[in-house]
């Protein structure tokens, strides 16, 4: 059902690379509720999922660029601006990748240089589009940008590796440049902290299967999909969240605020009745 939300707002959304990518669910319910936007990603992502399908059912383009080179960025806002007759009342950041998981290197085995690569990847790229954005003056006033993040940002996670630390510069990244663009212009930035989405960057992490099934366990309302996200995203795009910014926003079906639950702990359990677990909890 739509709601005509984002009824004449434009956009430019970084990140859809196949259907089951959070910004490819975004840009559909983003369309869904009236917005038009400019899609963009890799060269090599171009290539190798299927973004055109997408800009095709949007009736948008997608424009090539590699959201690390301040170069490419620029070309993004000017490219895309053109095309859309008009600056931007929303961006979203749905950027990540760390070379050093991609290459099995655990944390305490990094490659700094693969490192370097993660943080600018997933987390100087979201200051980099900022700065463009702001110098360029790409975004109109109460304009929204929401960037994603994960809870390995505030607590460890077996096999999230450095990309916890790039989640942790994403949000701060959030909180500094917000206080300055909401100052400046009352635009707003937040992050959202999704829960364990089955894509192919989330499918990239160790164990991933496993943490899926621990987070639905330890979730009183279950693991958030990349759908439901789409829908959160679509709101804080929407003019019924002008007052929020600077935040890191739980989007994990409780998962954050539990310590343990009682279908986690039926795992440990087996063998002993249903009443006696009752009592633990
Ligand atoms: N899937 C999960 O479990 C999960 C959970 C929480 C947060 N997130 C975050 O959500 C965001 C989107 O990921 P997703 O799960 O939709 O996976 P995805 O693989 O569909 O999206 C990741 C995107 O990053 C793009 N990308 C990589 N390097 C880039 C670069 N240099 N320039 C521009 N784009 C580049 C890829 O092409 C791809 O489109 C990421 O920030 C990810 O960390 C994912």
Redesign the pocket.
Known sequence: MSYNLLKGKRGLI?????E?????KTAVKAYEEGATFVL???P??LRL?NVRDLADQCNTVVIP????KVEDLEAVVEQGTEHLGGKFDFVL?????SPNVRKGRTYDDLDYNYLLQTID??AV?FHKVLQVCRKMDAINDWGSVV????VAAQRTLYGYND?ADA?AM?ESIARSFGYIYGREKKIRINTI???????????G?MG?ENLLDFTERMSPLGNAT?EECADYIVTLFSDLTRKVTMQNLYHDGGYSSMGMSLKAMQIYNEGLEYRDVKQIE
Do not use: C, E, R
């Open positions: 970084f990140g859809a690379l196949n089951k990518s959070i910004a490819w963009s990603n890799t090599v992502s999922g660029a590699d959201a690390t950041h749905s950027i990540g990748m990847i997933s790229s960037a994603l993040s994960y990309m989640k994403l902290s999704q829960s364990p989405t089955m894509t192919t960057a989330g499918g992490i991933f990349a």
